[in-house]
């Protein structure tokens, strides 16, 4: 599908058109210098340009999507006024934002339009990342959450990554750093963004070309008494970063060059810099228990070899180790968008890689754009998962005596697979909770269901996890009859899930490893589960699983069930599966 991209800044618009499928760029270009109130006279030129191209819809970039935007949106009156309600959390972006989809929508009224959110890859973060130490309650009113910023950009690098690395990003932890004028960190776990470095606003984080980054708030406030809000405001976002520090300039380059020359401002602003993004790569490595892959990308991060240098060198802890000269020879290209500047030996990639913020826009606009498809009327069966685990033979020979089989209690929905009559006693620092059913048969790992519940009971913090991906999980202590075990890891909690056939999977447009929303409606209480993992596999039975609290959430009982009402899913986007409640 052919999108036009569009990049409405306050005084410049960069655009491309896109072939969404195979990323051909059919045009590219920019209008600078753009007056005030001047956008639809020079998207008019761009249009003009872009007709021969015949674009079948149009995607906007949107810096800031608050609270209203978890996802791209196809953009009508509502959307538009609620992009509008966010300009005072991005007020150099979002009016630009709108000014360009204000004249797109005016010049072709006729093209579905699609705003594509930065802050939208990071909605789901978990609560203990994006909540602010301040009363909820305030928080709540005021919209006082991190947001985060570069979304499309993290995104793009991250499967990128994947792909050179040849393994399913839903097993990669990378840390990816958008090193430009603007510049953010992003921890991405399996997928899914779990941190990063831009807050409520893109004030928040690293220090950039002309934002000051992290700063004390006691700070904020004696600028606020001494200069007033809006002086602090403008110093703040304008006039501190390595600009600042340097007193010359915001451009990487020039203080490179400056540096060089011996100028102590400029040398300064680059050390400020370099330490802030290491710092983070460091903390972020510890939110996830270890690192892949860190990916350097954006103007500084693809450009600047001895900035890379800087940021990498002594983190061989984490097992981070690059080549000097590969380093400095590293070129990208359409053709090669991935440079690995690693040393053979490292036990982490580090990762040049062009990002292409366009592309993303423009798949995720097709993606929405077709989203007029008719519904298709299928449903699928809802199991509530209690409480569970699953044991390897050497656990199992230590918990119930050596040769000890698992006894069927009963069968359960998904083939092969069945409730045991063992039980076992789970003990956590602060509490125990005892006769958890082991499940059959034996696996090659230890693995331990709870819910969020059950994890404040035992007084142990234990990560959302797919089935299997129990490397860096929770420790606990398992007590069976004949002996107690020591997992030093292996306790999740389980992340919501959809087995589904290759059959299955094809009559609800889905594939392994997509991520859908599911909405419950028609029941004693609607509610939307997002973040739903497709686990596709001949063996399996058509069947969503959701644990204890999250069926209390929706005051669901078994038998559930719900009904398709659409379904669109695909590379590295988000798909959609709206069903009925039933009985």
Aim: charged content about 25%; aromatic content about 4%; hydrophobic content about 40%.
């Amino acid at each position: 599908m052919r999108i036009l991209v569009i990049n409405s800044g306050s005084s410049s618009i960069k655009y491309q058109v896109v072939e969404s499928e195979s990323g051909e760029v059919l045009l590219k270009g920019a209008t600078e210098r753009i007056a005030a109130g001047g956008h639809a006279e020079a998207l008019a030129g761009i249009l003009e340009e872009a007709a021969a191209h015949t674009p079948q819809a149009v995607g906007h970039r949107v810096v800031h999507g608050g609270r209203s935007f978890t996802d791209s949106a196809r953009i009508d009156a509502s959307v538009e006024a609620a992009i509008e309600s966010c300009v005072p959390l991005a007020p150099l972006h979002n009016p630009a934002n709108l000014a360009g989809i204000r004249a797109a929508r005016e010049v072709l009224p006729d093209l579905p339009q699609v705003a594509v959110f930065d802050t939208a890859f990071h909605a789901r973060m978990p609560n203990r990342a994006r909540s602010y130490a301040l009363p909820q309650d305030l928080a709540e009113e005021y919209g006082i959450v991190r947001y985060g910023f570069h979304g499309s950009s993290h995104s793009c690098v991250a499967q990128r990554a994947a792909t050179h690395l040849r393994r399913p990003l839903t097993e990669l932890r990378l840390i990816s750093c958008h090193l430009g004028n603007g510049a953010s960190v992003c921890a991405i776990e399996y997928g899914t963004s779990v941190e990063t470095s831009m807050g409520m606003t893109p004030l928040e984080g690293l220090a950039m070309g002309t934002r000051s980054g992290d700063l004390d708030p006691g700070a904020v406030l004696t600028l606020c008494s001494e200069l007033g809000i809006k002086e602090t405001d403008t110093l703040l976002n304008r006039k501190s970063g390595i600009a600042g520090v340097s007193g010359i300039s915001n451009d990487m380059r020039d203080l490179e060059a400056k540096a060089a020359e011996g100028h102590e401002g400029a040398r300064l602003a680059i050390k400020i810099f370099a330490h802030r993004v290491r710092k983070y790569i460091g903390a972020y490595a510890a939110v996830m228990g270890g690192v892949d892959a860190v990916i350097l990308t954006g103007g500084i991060g693809q450009n600047s070899a001895s900035m890379r240098q800087r940021i990498l060198q002594r983190l061989e802890f984490l097992g981070l180790q690059f080549e000097i000269f590969a380093n400095n020879d590293a070129k990208l290209s359409e053709a090669n968008p991935v440079v690995d500047i690693s040393a053979s030996h490292a036990r982490a990639r580090s990762l040049v890689v062009a990002t292409n913020e366009e592309l993303t826009i423009a798949r995720e606009t097709a993606r929405l754009a077709k989203a007029d498809a008719p519904a298709t009327d299928l449903s699928i069966p809802i199991a509530i998962s209690a409480r569970h685990l699953h044991l390897d033979r050497e656990t199992m020979d230590i918990l119930f005596g050596k040769g000890a089989e698992l006894e069927v209690h009963k069968k359960i929905s998904q083939p092969g697979q069945f409730a045991s009559k063992q039980k076992v006693n789970l003990i956590g620092p602060r509490s125990r909770i005892d006769g958890v059913r082991v499940l059959g048969p034996l696996r090659s790992k230890n693995q331990v269901e709870v819910s969020r519940t059950d994890e404040y009971k035992l007084g142990v913090d234990a990560p959302i996890r797919g089935s299997g991906k129990v490397e860096g999980s929770a420790p606990i202590v398992l007590e069976g009859p004949k002996g107690t075990v020591e997992l030093s890891e292996g306790l999740i909690c389980a992340r919501r899930h959809i087995h589904m056939t290759p059959a299955d999977a094809e009559a609800f447009g889905v594939k392994q490893g997509d991520e859908v929303e599911v909405a419950i409606t028609g029941g004693p209480r609607d509610l939307t589960f997002g973040d739903v993992l497709v686990r596709v596999k001949s063996s399996y039975l058509l069947e969503m699983h959701i644990d204890t609290d999250e069926a209390n959430a929706a005051e669901l009982s078994n038998g559930a069930e719900g009904d398709l009402i659409y379904s669109s899913a695909g590379e590295g986007v988000q798909g959609c599966l709206r069903k009925h409640a039933g009985s």
